[in-house]
T-cell receptor, first 110, second 115 residues
Framework: TQLLEQSPQFLSIQEGENLTVYCNSS?????LQWYRQEPGEGPVLLVTVVTGGEVKKLKRLTFQFGDARKDSSLHITAAQPGDTGLYLCAPRNTGNQFYFGTGTSLTVIP | KAGVTQTPRYLIKTRGQQVTLSCSPI?????VSWYQQTPGQGLQFLFEYFSETQRNKGNFPGRFSGRQFSNSRSEMNVSTLELGDSALYLC??????????????FGPGTRLTVL
């Protein structure tokens, strides 16, 4: 079983603020995906990172894969109410299967 | 193109009963994976089917089983339901096996409540 930790577990911020959520593990992963899940819906893929140190940007969202491929972060600039949701990281292990963290529940208050 | 559909959306059962959930993947997708989502454990992988064959299996008891049909539609079955089986069951489809890093498209889930 992979040990995967996402932090913080809950986050409530005002519209316009910046935030960073983290995904950490003691294992090395070949790649990692970030998903966002809104209430009543299934998760939707945001990005896949593959190379250690890789940085990807998706509008106001910036994703980084750690140099050692054991951790990742998601930074949101100028958060908007539409960013509200559960953010899940899903690293892929050597068994070629994705595992999901318990997620960070983000609420952006207008 | 229609997304992944799951039926039913909500289900209430009592302990000891069995349940069957259905998933229709996106047209052309051959891989279907099932996940259990609970507040405490997050999303946990149940199993993956690819071209009617189980490719991967998570750490769940034998009460949880599944199958895939020739049209890629999949069903999962849970027998002898326990209170702890109450969860959101998500189905995800992808073009090829999910282990290849291909994007998974999730359905809205089936909310199962066991009383």
């Amino acid at each position: 079983t992979q040990l995967l930790e996402q932090s913080p577990q809950f986050l409530s911020i005002q519209e316009g603020e910046n935030l960073t959520v983290y995904c950490n593990s003691s294992s090395v992963f070949s790649s990692l995906q970030w998903y966002r899940q809104e209430p009543g819906e299934g998760p939707v893929l945001l990005v896949t990172v593959v190379t250690g140190g890789e940085v990807k940007k998706l509008k106001r969202l910036t994703f980084q894969f750690g140099d050692a491929r054991k951790d990742s972060s998601l930074h949101i600039t100028a958060a908007q109410p539409g960013d509200t949701g559960l953010y899940l990281c899903a690293p892929r292990n050597t068994g070629n299967q994705f595992y999901f963290g318990t997620g960070t529940s983000l609420t952006v208050i207008p | 193109k229609a997304g992944v559909t799951q039926t039913p959306r909500y289900l209430i059962k009592t302990r000891g009963q069995q349940v069957t959930l259905s998933c229709s993947p996106i047209s052309g997708h051959r891989s279907v994976s099932w996940y259990q989502q609970t507040p405490g454990q997050g999303l946990q992988f149940l199993f993956e089917y690819f071209s009617e064959t189980q490719r991967n299996k998570g750490n769940f008891p034998g009460r949880f089983s599944g199958r895939q049909f020739s049209n890629s539609r999949s069903e999962m079955n849970v027998s002898t339901l326990e209170l702890g089986d109450s969860a959101l069951y998500l189905c995800a489809s992808s073009l090829e096996t999910s282990g290849g890093g291909n994007e998974q498209f999730f359905g809205p889930g089936t909310r199962l409540t066991v009383l």
